[in-house]
Nanobody, 121 residues
Framework: VQLQASGGGLVQPGGSLRLSCAASGFTLDYYVIAWFRQVPGKEHEEVSCINYSDGRTYSTDSVKGRLTISRDKAKNTVYLQMNSLKPEDTAVYYC???????????????WGKGTLVTVSS
């Protein structure tokens, strides 16, 4: 059972990135998949989550309209499209799964290694 987050990098303010969270060893069909981010010295912040089965999504207010979560069932992968990026979006981004239907940090079961996003000019 493995989650692999990728796609991070350095981008200028206003730019875009697309993060991927690929699952191997299990299917995401019965999970809620969430993206979190963490800045050094701070707790994980929930960004967005998706019910992989029916596609329902949730995003925190600070990213609505800019960061969009989606899924590709054929690839067993969840994406986070990040547009209009701001310096305050700089963080390590993690994907995680929940089999309890929850969309919060303590409800997550599996975690992938993070991918660093740096928004800077």
């Amino acid at each position: 059972v493995q989650l692999q987050a990728s796609g991070g990098g350095l981008v200028q303010p206003g730019g875009s990135l697309r993060l991927s969270c690929a699952a191997s060893g299990f299917t995401l069909d019965y999970y809620v998949i969430a993206w979190f981010r963490q800045v050094p010295g701070k707790e994980h912040e929930e960004v967005s989550c998706i019910n992989y089965s029916d596609g329902r999504t949730y995003s925190t207010d600070s990213v609505k309209g800019r960061l969009t979560i989606s899924r590709d069932k054929a690839k067993n992968t969840v994406y986070l499209q990040m547009n209009s990026l701001k310096p305050e979006d700089t963080a390590v981004y993690y994907c995680a799964t929940s089999d309890s239907g929850r969309c919060d940090y303590y409800g997550m079961k599996h975690w992938g290694k993070g991918t660093l996003v740096t928004v800077s000019s």
